[in-house]
């Protein structure tokens, strides 16, 4: 049976009443409980996460990179995570916080999957209900992806019991670095930006950091379709 993970929302010290409600839902998911603590000096919220009832692992990240939260750092600890040959997760579940917004879709996004957003009732490992309408409305979702990323209006959910837990402390877990390099990459902070023409910037992006989806506005494609072939052919792409 498949394990879910929850991305905990924390302080680093503690954890954040968010991921109680949270673990609720993951457990009616099926299969086991683990807990991602993701921080820097967060010894504390990680101890506290494996005391949680119907918690069975809590892995703890911990890393510079990762104290202030940033949602491009936390999406690629735990794309690390999930793709570790020893971890087979069948759900990513997130408070639906304003922190787990900002992960959530950046995982989706780097698994290629639908995320399932604001999931107010588990009715079976693959189907669940949410508000939409501004909430005026109900719509069961159903999602065939093998790893389905949600994220859980903590309203609809009780609380887990803070303690009771059978996770035996917390394992430690290398952190990645490479999401601040995403930003600096998005940013534009890369030397290349600075001495290429415009016309062939993205090209040379693309070519060199084995660039496979590559996401832009559409203004943006409109140009490079109105410059041609010429660039893109310059490159091995």
């Given amino acids: 049976l498949m394990s879910i993970l929850v991305i905990a929302e924390h302080d680093h010290?503690?954890?954040?009443?968010?991921?109680?409600?949270?673990v609720t839902a993951a457990s009616q998911c099926g299969g086991d409980v683990h807990v991602l603590i993701a921080g820097n000096n967060a010894v504390g919220a990680a101890e506290a996460a494996s005391k949680i009832a119907g918690v069975a692992k809590?892995?703890?990240?911990?890393?510079?990179s990762l104290a202030e939260q940033l949602g491009e750092n936390i999406a690629a600890q735990v794309i690390a995570v999930v793709g570790r040959e020893d971890k087979n997760y069948s759900h990513l579940l997130f408070p639906?916080?304003?922190?787990?917004?900002n992960v959530a879709p950046r995982v989706a996004a780097l698994l290629d999957v639908a995320q399932i957003s604001d999931a107010m009732k588990i009715i079976s490992a693959d189907t669940f209900?949410?508000?939409i309408y501004a909430g005026n409305a109900i719509a069961t979702v159903q999602s065939t992806d093998a790893i389905k990323v949600i994220t859980v209006r903590t309203t609809g959910f009780d609380p887990a019991a803070a303690t009771g837990g059978t996770a035996i402390?917390?394992?430690s877990i290398s952190t990645q670095q490479f999401g601040a390099k995403l930003r600096d990459l998005i940013g534009g902070s890369f030397p290349i930006f600075k001495v290429m023409s415009p016309k062939d910037v993205w090209w040379e992006i693309i070519e060199r950091y084995g660039v496979t989806i590559f996401y832009t506005a559409p203004t943006a494609i409109r140009v490079c379709m109105k410059w041609g072939v010429e660039f893109p052919n310059k490159h091995d792409l």
Avoid: C, I, W, Y
């Avoid at 809590?58 to 510079?64: F, K, R």
């Fill in 129 to 131: 209900e949410r508000p």
């Fill in 13 to 22: 010290g503690t954890l954040k009443g968010a991921t109680f409600n949270t």
């Fill in 58 to 64: 809590v892995l703890h990240a911990e890393g510079a």
């Fill in 96 to 101: 639906a916080t304003a922190h787990g917004k």
């Fill in 169 to 171: 402390g917390f394992s």
